[in-house]
């Protein structure tokens, strides 16, 4: 496959020559399955379960990317190359089989092997694996997708987060409404991760700091923590497209420093020597499910502290390693801060650095800085972090002292550029001195990094414009776009094996390492013979998606109606009470007979509220409520149905995006950082319905405004009705809406219970701070359009190709490459093997 180069330029590690544990022949990993039936999982082949084969092929196919991995390692090792370290509480990798199969180029190699047992197929193995949901969504989502892209690229990176025993809830329904169980990804062992417990890291938490003097004479500050835990390093290997690159996710697990306390266990108190154990390893149990608001709990601050401080340990013994002086930290290391959840890293750094490496301030400042870049993600101002400067100093004063001194510093800087501007000083000071005093993060990391990101277009427009106007005017050019990209392997090839296939005869079957290829598609777009090729994938995974709906919800949904899909997160600003709204008020018009210009509609929503969102978990109540109504009722038969998807998730959605043919991107206009779900449904040919908000506005731009339905109040019109809104005048505006609502508050989808849905419509009606009501009217006449649309089946094919052909502009692999050039400054160090590549 690969072996290119002469064996001379690289050492060959223990095992390279192996073909049980490096041949990708069918009959290689025959063997290396049996091998592992018997001395890894100590099965007999004649007992062995579909979970036992599909870790028996897990363990055969990681020991392909352990050489290879080896190999990037080595090669590391001769040069001097920069190193990416992605730092993120959250990467949501999603199933790794399947993947590492389509990395290596071994699916049907790997599916002969599996038959050869003449048992379950390899289908049936993927489809017992256990997803780690290590995220929330979208950003943990990114952070995966880009692992994987720097592979790809063979640009050496570590992706650098936290190996939580529970990851986010596995949803169900029950009644309607959501409940949350605890996802226990690991219950069957998980065999995509090495430990390497000999590079542990300790850390400490809390009590305080002393002064002394040192040789020189010079004062000193010392940290006393009053307790600490041992980060014990868990890597998952992260293989590039074909290449032998493979990067890592190094993942910490908390564990007690001391396996108990000595003193507590001889003076006979057993329980409290067993107590500090279990305490540490809290820190790493479990995943806050919120992806918004949630703050101030002790808890995340301690896990944000961990995986920062471990993974800058690790960093600095690298260097330790390779004979580099600590000065020589930013030439080696690239960080990345996937948003404030990691930017205590800017303290920890310089506290390693001065307090601990004895580095003058100025120099540590000047590494630090050169070191550390920021990516926004929200404008949202109740998800900017803010810790209460009492939590903060109690469980890291040495750091609250050294941000005190970043301050300073910066705010002596602002002084000398805008003399007498107090206002100014407030606005920008890293410590928030109006209200409970607290530390605002987003402005600790954009003080010290050289770079700040916003994830798309209009986004990072924003975070200059109303966000940092401050910052941005101190230094325009620390300011930057880079929008969001997703992997094309994952998302289509692995995702969409008819698309995949039909590429692969259209345009190379290399194409998901050239996506830029997906252009030649264009010329093809009017074609009828191609466009009845590419609407055959579409039934096929569309019969796939209601599978998975008979099968959840017992409801049987038309493969050849149109697929109109939600799927992310469920929140207020996403606006899924205005897509269900507009369910609703199609019902209505189906109800009095006016089905003019309708088309048979298949509406599926899918998404997880966090549990402490109440408003969220009765917008999915609502769903429900009306899911079960519409569907039950024969007026709507094979005109309307309504979905929701439990439990939605990386697995999930790769069932989903091949499957739809709309694309629901419905947020108020200026509040979706970027949105990534919109690319891999455009990716895969759906067609967007949305505002001008996130990366939609970009999406647009690239597939065409006659292949785009847009709708709804730009970001300034917002900010417009903002200033006076009164969403109850709106009502009368759009004809059936008061029907509507009075249907819902009578209880028409709450079997009768007039109370349950009050206080969505109340919201809605009363303050609609989300301004479903100003777009509703807009968000119809575009429902419209797209029914059309779909009424002339070769116009809809054409803008479907369209919407993929020009969908290449969001891979990951572009973003990956911006970042690389413009904020990083890394290269491709391409890993060459000489052997077991096949
Ligand atoms: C913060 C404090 C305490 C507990 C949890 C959190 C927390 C956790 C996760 C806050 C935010 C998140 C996740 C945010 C997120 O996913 N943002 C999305 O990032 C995507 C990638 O850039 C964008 O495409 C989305 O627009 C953005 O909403």
Known sequence: MTSTSSRAELPTPAGYGDPQRNGLSAGDLFDGMTEHLLYTLGIRVQGASVHDLYMALSYAVRDRLMT??????????????????????????????GNNLL?????????????????????????????????????????????????????????????????????????????EITDKWLKGGWPWELVYPDQSVSVGFGGHVESYWDQSGAERRRWLPAYRALGVPHDVPVLGYRVNSCDRIRLWRAVAAESFDVHAFNAGDFQRAVQEKVASETLSKVLYPNDGTDQGKRLRLEQQHFFVSCSLQDMLRHLDQRGAPVQTFADHWAVQLNDTHPAIA?????????????????????????????????????????????????????HLEIIYEINARFLQQVRL????????????????????????????????????????ALHSALVKTDLFPDFAALWPQKFTNITNGVTPRRWLALANPPMDALLGDTIGADWPAHIERLRELEPLAADSGFQQRWAACKLDCKRRLAAVIAEQSQLLVDP?????????????????????????????????????GMVPRTVIF??????????AKLIIRFINGIAQTINADPHSRGLLNVAFL????????????????????????????????????????????????????????????????????????????????????????????????????????????????????????GSDSYFLLADLGDYLRSQN??????????????????????????????????????????????????????
């Not at 899918?606 to 408003?615: D, N």
């Not at 939605?648 to 995006?657: I, M, P, Q």
Request: aromatic fraction near 8%; include cysteine; hydrophobic fraction near 40%.
């Open 68 to 97: 290879r991995h080896l190999a990037t390692k080595d090669q590391l090792r001769g040069g001097a190359s920069k190193v990416v370290a992605y730092l993120s509480a959250e990467f949501l990798i999603g199933p790794q089989l």
């Open 103 to 179: 990395m290596l180029g071994i699916q049907g190699e790997a599916a002969e092997a599996v038959q050869r047992f003449g048992g379950p197929g390899l289908s049936e193995l993927l489809a017992v694996e256990e997803e780690p949901g290590l995220g929330n969504g979208g950003l943990g989502r990114l952070a995966a997708c880009y692992l994987e892209s720097l592979a790809s690229l063979e640009i050496p990176a570590s992706g650098y987060g936290i190996r939580y025993e529970f990851g986010i809830f596995d949803q169900v329904i029950r009644d309607g409404w959501q409940v």
């Open 346 to 398: 800017v303290a920890e750094l310089m506290r390693l650095l001065v307090d601990e490496r004895q580095l003058g301030w100025d120099e540590a400042w000047q590494i630090t800085g050169a070191a550390i870049a920021y990516t926004n993600h929200t404008l949202l101002p109740e998800a900017l972090e803010r810790w209460e400067l009492g939590l903060f100093g109690s469980l890291l004063p040495r």
């Open 417 to 456: 550029q805008a003399p007498g501007d107090l206002e100014l000083l407030g606005r920008v000071s890293i410590i928030q001195e109006d209200g409970p005093r607290a530390v605002r993060m987003a402005h600790l990391a954009t003080v010290a990094a050289h770079h700040v990101n916003g994830v798309a």
């Open 560 to 596: 050849t109606s149109l697929f109109d899909v939600q799927v992310k997160r469920i929140h207020e600003y996403k606006r899924q009470h205005l897509n269900a709204l507009q369910v609703v008020l199609q019902y209505l018009r189906i109800k009095h007979g006016d089905t003019e």
């Open 606 to 615: 899918g998404g997880k509220a966090a549990p402490g969102y109440w408003m």
């Open 646 to 765: 439990a439990d939605y998730n990386v697995k999930l959605g790769e069932r989903v995006y091949p499957a739809a043919d709309l694309s629901e991107q419905i947020s108020t206009a200026g509040l979706e950082a970027s949105g990534t779900g919109n690319m891999k449904f455009a990716l895969n040919g759906a067609l967007t319905i949305g505002t001008l908000d996130g990366a939609n506005v970009e999406i647009r731009e690239q597939v065409g405004a006659e292949n785009f339905f847009l709708f709804g109040n730009t970001t300034e019109q917002i900010a417009e009705l903002r200033r006076d809104y009164r969403p109850w005048e709106w009502v009368e505006r759009v004809p059936l809406l008061r029907e509507a609502l009075e249907l819902i508050e009578r209880g028409h989808f709450s079997d009768g219970d007039t109370d349950l849905f009050r206080p969505l419509v109340q919201t809605i009606v």
């Open 785 to 838: 359009e797209a029914s059309r649309l779909w009424a002339d089946p070769p116009a809809w094919q054409r803008a479907s190709i369209l919407n993929t052909a020009r969908s290449g502009y969001f891979s990951s692999d572009r973003a990956i490459r911006e970042y690389a050039e413009r904020v990083w400054g890394v290269q491709p160090l391409p890993v060459v093997m000489t052997q077991g590549a096949g």
